[in-house]
């Protein structure tokens, strides 16, 4: 029996056929990663890090993506700027058009001269934000509609702002959890194709208004537990069919496989440290 014969499942109601569509990313090898400051509960400046364990765990990450077929891009990784691993943070993407990052705060400002200079070099028009907004780590493109979060980065002005450069529709979500500041530690796309929406994210990240927003919209989402956002789980990249996430969070990968998609556990242990897993490393370029 080919392995395909012994993988094979029937499709049923409860498992829809999932399909993957490869990706285009770009990421920023940890060369430069430390934590030297705190912007978020995860980060303590007086613990111990390993870059060059930060590094291999990485390059696991970007071997997983080429090894999918994604088109994986890099960005020069610059000295002093310890987060700029964080793709995901640079920018957001449609297109070809990428609205700009403006950090919240100082430490990660200079990053967004730097993603901007990339993606012009790239071809992409480049829009130059008036407002606080920290790219795809809170704006999360689902089918036509942009999910944007707000609360602790990302001001509900960017979102205005999003809503104008791209004339889409644009749903704010507030987050009241610090531990889960940015959208993509809350929430997560599985299935951005129009008409087949699939997200998975943690209710108690959200306020009573996003999450009566959310139940509305997405009433066949998964939802996650604590103890699997608790390890960044929700934090992950998926390209339709296959869900790269952290691997420590075992509820959610029996949660994606019993909803027809294959989970990819990787260990970014060391860029938990600063508060950041999967997709925080990941800037999907989606054009
Ligand atoms: N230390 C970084 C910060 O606090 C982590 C960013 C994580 N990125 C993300 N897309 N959630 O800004």
Same mark, same amino acid.
């Given at each position: 029996m080919s392995i395909t014969d012994q993988e094979e499942e029937p499709a049923s109601a409860e498992r829809p056929l999932r399909t993957p569509r490869a990706r285009t990313v770009l990421m920023c090898r940890?060369?430069?990663?430390?934590?030297?400051? !705190?912007?978020?509960?995860? =980060?303590?400046?007086g613990l111990p890090t390993d870059t060059s364990l930060a590094v291999r765990q990485w390059d696991e990450l970007y071997r997983l993506y080429v090894g999918l077929g994604f088109d994986v891009r890099l960005i020069e990784p610059l000295a002093g700027?310890?987060? =700029?691993?964080?793709?995901?943070?640079g920018a957001f993407v449609i297109g070809n058009i990428a609205y700009g990052a403006s950090f919240a705060y100082p430490e990660r400002q200079p990053e967004a001269p730097a993603y901007r200079a990339w993606l012009r070099g790239e071809g992409f028009e480049v829009v130059a934000p008036r407002a606080v907004n920290e790219g795809e780590g809170d704006f999360l493109l689902v089918g036509e509609t942009i999910l944007a979060g707000t609360g602790? !980065?990302?001001?509900?002005a960017s979102h205005r702002e999003v809503a104008e450069v791209y004339g889409r529709e644009v749903l704010t979500l507030r987050l009241v959890d610090p531990s889960f500041y940015h959208l993509d530690t809350a929430l997560a796309v599985l299935d951005d194709t129009p008409g087949r929406e699939h997200i998975a994210y943690l209710?108690?990240?959200?306020d009573a208004d996003s999450r009566a927003l959310l139940a509305e919209r997405y009433p066949d989402a998964i939802l996650v537990d604590g103890d699997d956002a608790a390890v960044l789980g929700l934090n992950a990249f998926s390209d339709g069919y296959h869900v790269v996430i952290a691997s420590r969070a075992l509820d959610f990968a029996r949660q994606l496989r019993d909803h027809g998609y294959e989970a990819m556990g990787v260990d970014l242990s060391e860029l938990l440290l600063g508060g950041g897993g999967v997709k925080c490393c990941t800037l999907e370029l989606r054009r």
């Open positions: 940890p060369e430069h990663f430390d934590v030297v400051y !705190r912007i978020n509960p995860w =980060m303590n400046p700027l310890p987060d =700029m691993v964080y793709a995901a943070n602790f !980065r990302s001001s509900s209710p108690p990240a959200f």
